[in-house]
Structures are given as structure tokens and as C-alpha cells.
């Protein structure tokens, strides 16, 4: 064994006692499957940071952004961008996600590029709109399909590296920001806020043309030239063997499937809870620190300290990120990293809505809150592994969960969060400080759900391995906690579910 295969196996990249076939497999799939999601979720996030960057460097005093107009803005994204979410990811389980998702891409560049040139704030909150509207495709469409090619052991790991561009791009797109605002600030006529989003697009649109050549799609439609026959059939019947089936077609039943199951409405409120819980690391830490400057006779828009602080919190949840999606994978479990979590966002909220405290317990809180941004990306891959049995179904519910994040997006931070109470924020942190209780009390559901129906025989992963003539002794643990007189029963109620299961099938 080489010296970088005996690395993996020691970090758990590959589980231990994979083929070399296998692993040679899983390499390939993770250039070709993260190098396009990474690459198309930085470029939505630089075109995404940039308005609460542009807003830093002049666009605030340029526009006369007073009062909510930041907020109103920030909304007008999010409701583009949940308008076409659910539709969208529905559709990528038919059409070529090689050719649907880079196209987007290039549309939000477009956009985005628009906004350099926009006059007033009516032009903003339109090109906010659009911007968002054609970035629906490209997380919950990523996410889709990343979390198409990975068995349960792996999933946490590369939603570990996908979650982490989120605050790569933040960080980058602040020193792009500060940078433009520097070096070309004036520059043809145009302020450096403009030559910000003008930057963003120029890097945005090129890169679309790499979804082009490495998006591999799902692997039972997968039609890569990176990958040859032999090595999609594998991709294939791995994850049946691990519980994951093959497209089962959109049709009338999907409505169904979704919503006559209780996971997609356990997980849209456990996932929103968790996802929302540390707000403040965001926009509300940006804002204190502004106020920090001025207490301390700085201007008020100079760029540079506030992204020297900031970065400090995005490098929190980056190593935050990884170690929690390494830590899930090797428990084997996602709640308990998410419950480690969900403790500390409390801590945090807690102290900052006590609020008079030393300001070096202020930095503890919000930097805390943006460590507790690591689990919140364990989200999707739990719904994943417990949508395993439906491809659509999935894709569809990884969608309408990020949905309710979008709407609470919109509406929360300018009920709770409104920009002219700022720092403080009273009724904000007294949300979060509630809404943390609340999600950690939540958070067993799935859990205990899952294991009423493993004592009733309904055991998904093990049906969906047998119905396609595969052995796993692995999925036997499903059932190891289910006593001997359930497991009686579970034998009918397993007849009748696979009865159930084949119906939906057709």
C-alpha cells in the first residue's frame, strides 16, 4: 500500500477494506464530482458576498441604502431564489446537469455584472431578484449531486468540502472587495464597489465551462467521458449496497412520495432550526464591528479591519467544517456532532443576549457561533441517507428544506434583525436564544422515528439492496437494536412495505 493510500485509510478519506477498484473509482468521482460543485458554489458566493461587500465600500452612502434598504436587498435575493428552487431541482433529475447547471451559472454572471451599472435602489432590489432567481440551480442542485455518488460513510466528509467554500468565498470575496476598492476605485469613471461586481462576473462566467466538461450527472444517468463502463456500474451497485436506489422517475406519485412521509416535514424543521440558530455570526457581528470602529474613531467604511476579524470566524467554521464531517463519518452517526453544536450556538446566544459582558466575551460568542456553523452542513447529508430509497424524492427535499431557509430568510432578519437596532439587536438574540432550545429539544426526532420504523420491519436501505439482488451484511446494523419478538413482526410488515415500495416504483 502506497504512502498516500495508508494516509487515507488513516484519516478514513476510504473506508477501510475497500477494493483498490473502488478506490481508484472514488478518486476519480471526487475530482470530477467536487472540483464543479466547489468551483460553481465560490462563484455564487463571491456574487452573493458582494452586495454586503459593495455595501462597506461606498454602495450604502452611493445608493442611500438607510434605514432596512440592505436587508429589503438582501431579501429580494433570497426571493428570487426560492421561487424556482423546488421546480428546479425536480428538473435536474431529467434534463443534463453537465449542460442545466453551468448555464445557470453563466446567467447569475450576467447579472451580476448588470449590478455594476445600476443607478438607484429600485435597479438594485431588481438585479438582486434575477441574481437570485438564476442561482437557484446552484447549491441545491450541487448538493443533489454530490450527495448522489457517496455511501453513508463518505457523505460527511465531501459535504465537508463543499460546505467549506461557503466561507472561502466570504473570505476571498472581502480581500477582492477591499482590493478593488483600493486599486481601482475611480478608475474609467467608477467607483470601486462597481469594479467589485464588474471582478465577480469576470471570474463567474468562465467558469461555468468547467461544469461542462466534469459534471458527471448522477451515476445511473451518468454519461462522463472520465469514467469508462465498467467504472459507472460500480459507481451504480455500491450504493445500492448501501441503501441508495436508482431513479424510480418523477410521475404522479411524486407529490406523494414527498409528503406522505414524515421525513421532509422532520427535517424542515429540525434543518431551518439549526441553519438559522447562528444568524448572528453574520450580518450582526459585521455591524458590531462597524460600531467598534467608530467608538474607536475610525472611518466608518474602511474594509480592512472588518475582514481581518471576519476572516478570523471563517476560518473557525472551515476547520470547524471538516473536522465535524470526518468526526460524523467515523461515529457513523450525524446527530451527535449537530447536537455538540446545537449546545454551543445556545452558549453563544446566550451571552450575546445578556449583552453586557466584556467585549472579549462578545468575540467568544460570535466567533463560537461561526465554530457551530461546522455541523450546520450535516444537514443535507443526514436528509440524504434517510431519503436514500427515493432519488427524486430526495433531490426534491433537499430542495424544499433549503426553501424554508430562503423564507425565513427573508422575513426574519427584518422582523428580529432590523439594521437600525443595531448592535444590540434585543429581540433578535432573544429569537435565537429560543429557537436554540427549541432545535436542540427537536433534534432525537428523526432518530427516534427511524428506529419505530426499524421495529416494524420497514428497513429501506435493506429493501432496496435485496429488491436489486444485493448482499450487504453491513445494512443488518440497521437492525441490531430491534429485540427479538419486533423482529417477529417485522417480517410481515417488511412483505407488506416492499408491496408498497413496488406500487410507488410503477
Known sequence: MGAMDKFAEIIDWYPKGMSKEERHLVFK???????????????????????????????????????NKLQFATSMYYVGYAIFQIPSNIVLTRL???????????????????????????????????VGFTATACWVGNAHIVNSWYTRQELGK????????????????????????????????????????????????????IGVFFCPNVPDRCHSRYLTEREKQLAVERLLKDGFAKTRGIGKSLFKRIFGDWRIYVFFVVGNLYWMTPYPSGLPYGLWLDDQKLANGLDKYSPDMVNNLSTITYAATIVSTMICGFYSDWRKNRWETMLYGGILILICNVILLVWNVPDGAKFFAFIGLGVANGPTNLIVPWLAEFMSHDLEARSASIAIVNVGWVVINCVVPIIAWPIPSAPRFLGGYIWSVVMSVVEIVLLPLPMLLERRELKKGINYAKMIAEESGIVSAGLEEKTKDVDDQSLEEAGQAKNEKSVEVNAIAV
Open 96 to 130: 443534463p446537469a453537465e449542460y442545466y447547471l453551468p448555464a445557470f451559472e453563466v446567467m447569475w454572471g450576467l447579472f451580476t455584472l448588470g449590478t455594476a451599472f445600476i443607478k438607484n435602489y429600485k435597479q438594485l432590489l431588481v438585479m438582486r431578484f434575477f
Open 158 to 209: 465531501r459535504n465537508a468540502i463543499y460546505g467549506c467554500v461557503y466561507p472561502l468565498g466570504a473570505m476571498f470575496a472581502g480581500y477582492l472587495q477591499s482590493a478593488a476598492y483600493k486599486n481601482l476605485n475611480g478608475a474609467h469613471g467608477m467607483e470601486g464597489w462597481r469594479w467589485l461586481f464588474i471582478v465577480c462576473a469576470i471570474i463567474t462566467i468562465p467558469c461555468a465551462l
Open 29 to 67: 468521482i471526487d475530482w470530477l464530482v467536487l472540483s464543479f460543485s466547489c468551483i460553481a458554489f465560490f462563484t455564487k458566493n463571491l456574487d452573493v458576498s458582494a452586495l454586503t461587500n459593495a455595501y462597506y465600500a461606498g454602495m450604502g452612502d452611493d445608493l442611500h441604502l438607510d434605514g
